[in-house]
């Protein structure tokens, strides 16, 4: 069992920048990947970034060149950076965690970007 918690979720202007932190409690090396997820009202979840085990990333296209997805194996932590945020970047943020057959949700961190 693996439990993800997420932070730094708030409100944000236009143009403005946050970082998303998610706590995880097992290995993180060891998973095949984290990623972040986001969900605003009436959409469906969707892959935001994602890191693989070797360290390779990828991005949606939405958000390719503003946001950033890192993590500190040491501490078994997943960020966020997201710059340049913009009105539709306003969702509930998700962290997951997959170990091939089983994935793994935090409760999710509500990000709102004010124009």
């Known amino acids: 069992q693996v439990q993800l918690v997420e932070s730094g979720g708030g409100l944000v202007q236009a143009g403005g920048s946050r970082r998303l932190s998610c706590a995880a409690s097992?290995?993180?090396?060891?998973?095949?990947?984290m990623a972040w997820y986001r969900q605003a009202p009436g959409n469906q979840r969707e892959l935001v970034a994602r890191i693989i085990r070797g360290g390779s990333t990828n991005y949606a296209d939405s958000v390719k060149g503003r946001f950033t997805i890192s993590r500190d194996n040491a501490k078994n932590w997943v960020y966020l950076q997201m710059n340049n945020l913009k009105p539709e970047d306003t969702a509930v943020y998700y962290c997951n965690a997959d170990l091939d057959t089983l994935n793994y949700w935090g409760k999710g961190t509500l990000v709102t970007v004010s124009s």
């Open positions: 097992g290995i993180i090396a060891s998973f095949n990947a």
